[in-house]
């Protein structure tokens, strides 16, 4: 019974709660968008699709066009990890490649051979080497390419959601009614959707 009275307690205050701020944002903005940052804005369709355009051309110019300016670095970051791990495979694939074609050649003078006759890396060891390495270059330049795309679609989703219109056309009310003759609580939430012009 306690954690009935606690429940309504609770839904009671909610409900003034709700009702309370409902009357202090009874103030609609037409035509504008209020922006993340404060300030008024008019509304502009093509803003998500300037914001991909400049990160496909140069990313993290999105981000600056959004002035979300904490992004660029994240997004160079994980561009940049990408190509350097990249290019450092490409190179140990190329030295595992190079010591095993003069391998196939004749030549027992590569770095991985030795002093001794016998190889201290075997010929199969080089093979799987030179296929691990150009793992990890796929690897490498799919987390790039990655980040890029990201970069683009992030842009583009946070230049709609900066224009994101706030208003009460779209509100959950919680309610809370007692009903005089049983005295009995009834309680429930509304959803209101207004689909008139802003």
Known sequence: MRIKHLFLLFFGIVTTLAHAQDDELDVRVQDTVVATTGTILDYDPL?????????????????????KYWK???VYAGIGTGIYFWIQQDQEYDRFRNAFKRRLAGFTDD????????????NDRLIDAQRQAQKNK????????????????????????RQ?????????????????????????LSLRFNFGQR
Do not use: C, W
């Not at 051979?113 to 190889?119: L, S």
């Not at 796929?138 to 959601?161: G, R, W």
């Open 47 to 67: 803003a998500p699709s300037k914001a991909a355009f400049y990160s496909a051309v140069l990313p993290g110019l999105g981000q600056a066009y959004n002035r």
């Open 72 to 74: 660029i670095p994240i």
């Open 138 to 161: 796929d690897i490498s330049l799919i987390v790039a390419v990655a980040f890029y795309l990201i970069n683009i679609v992030d842009a583009n989703v946070d230049a709609h959601l």
């Open 111 to 122: 770095e991985f051979f030795g002093d001794g006759e016998t190889p201290l890396v075997s």
């Open 164 to 188: 994101y219109n706030i208003n009460d056309d779209l509100s959950l009310t919680p309610q809370l009614q007692i009903d005089p003759v049983s005295t009995q609580a009834s309680y429930g």
